[in-house]
């Protein structure tokens, strides 16, 4: 199963576009206080103020020098879209607060192409799943930017993070949240519907 696949605190396998994450310890998992039982409050879709949820994470394996942090959803076979990507936490940092812009390096967004957290903004009714995933690295990744020496100011793609993860993360962990939009909500105020 790809990391596009992560279940519940499992570590990701290969496949041939995902990184290759070594099987994660016990130790190692992720939570996020803002989904409790698995359900995401409308204060991180578009249907409410936008937030990043918070994430929070333990038992990094030794040796682990940064992690990354990425939100997606798989919209069908072929298509994976990411609401957020973020690099470079240091090493000591164990959690993204609610609504945290200041830790780490975001990456570009698939949702509108920008260096920041695009809300869920699920079209229609029903249940939409998304990844919550962190990757315990045992270096710096060397994303398509600094190998060009260049600044982007979109910044990495997930695509790109996990690309150059590939072959240096220890361990990842992942959870599913779940989000419904009310049944008498009108269209999303902002984005692209994913």
């Known amino acids: 199963m790809g990391l596009d696949g992560l279940s ?3 570590s990701a396998t290969s496949d041939a576009s995902s990184a290759q994450a070594q099987p994660a310890t016990e130790r190692f998992t992720l939570s996020s206080p803002d989904a409790p039982r698995g359900m995401l409050a409308a204060a991180h879709t578009c249907d409410g103020r936008a937030e990043t949820p918070s994430i929070i994470w333990s038992g990094a394996p030794s040796g682990t020098v ?3 942090v990425t939100m997606h959803t ?3 076979l072929f298509e ?3 609401n957020f990507v973020v690099c470079d936490t ?3 940092v164990s959690e ?3 609504n945290s812009r200041e830790i780490g390096t975001f990456g570009v967004n698939s949702i509108n192409g920008r260096g920041e957290y695009a809300p869920r903004c699920s079209k229609g009714p029903g249940m939409k799943d998304y990844v919550l995933t962190v990757f315990a690295l045992q270096s710096m990744p060397k994303v ?3 190998q060009q020496g260049v600044t982007r100011q979109q910044g990495v793609t997930r695509q790109e993070l996990l690309s150059s993860i590939s072959e240096i993360t ?3 962990a992942s959870i599913n949240v779940g989000y419904t939009r009310p049944t008498n909500s009108g269209p999303p105020i902002t984005g692209r519907n994913v």
């Open 90 to 92: 240091p090493q000591l």
């Open 80 to 82: 994976t879209h990411a």
């Open 66 to 68: 940064s992690h990354a």
């Open 8 to 10: 519940r605190n499992r």
């Open 74 to 76: 798989q919209v069908n």
């Open 170 to 172: 220890l361990a990842s």
């Open 144 to 146: 398509p930017d600094r």
């Open 96 to 98: 993204l607060p609610t």
